[in-house]
């Protein structure tokens, strides 16, 4: 059985460019170079780095230390209920529930 993961948790992950079966320090390895990479300290001047950095730090936040993201997270801009399919959600949710039944 495969696990359930969460669209937020998919993103977090695509952000850190890891896949889904990649381990805590497969995790904190891709999040410290990417934070390397677009660190405000060596892109004072370019505010799209710093958008960058920030999402990349709430990505390893929320995967590794399990920090849900804040209302005005940039890791959850473009993701709501209703991008969502509801029959997915449904299912899911059921296989969370029922799902070592089956």
Known sequence: MF??????EKRARQVLGVGPDAGAR???KAYRRLARQYHPDSHSDDKVAVEKFLLIT?????????????RNS???ADLTL???DPDERYARWWMEHF????
């Open 3 to 8: 696990p359930v993961t969460s669209t937020l």
């Open 26 to 28: 497969v995790i904190k």
């Open 58 to 70: 709430e990505a390893y936040q929320y995967l590794l230390r399990h920090k849900l993201p804040g």
């Open 74 to 76: 940039l890791l959850t």
């Open 82 to 84: 209703e991008n969502e």
């Open 99 to 102: 799902g070592e039944f089956f």
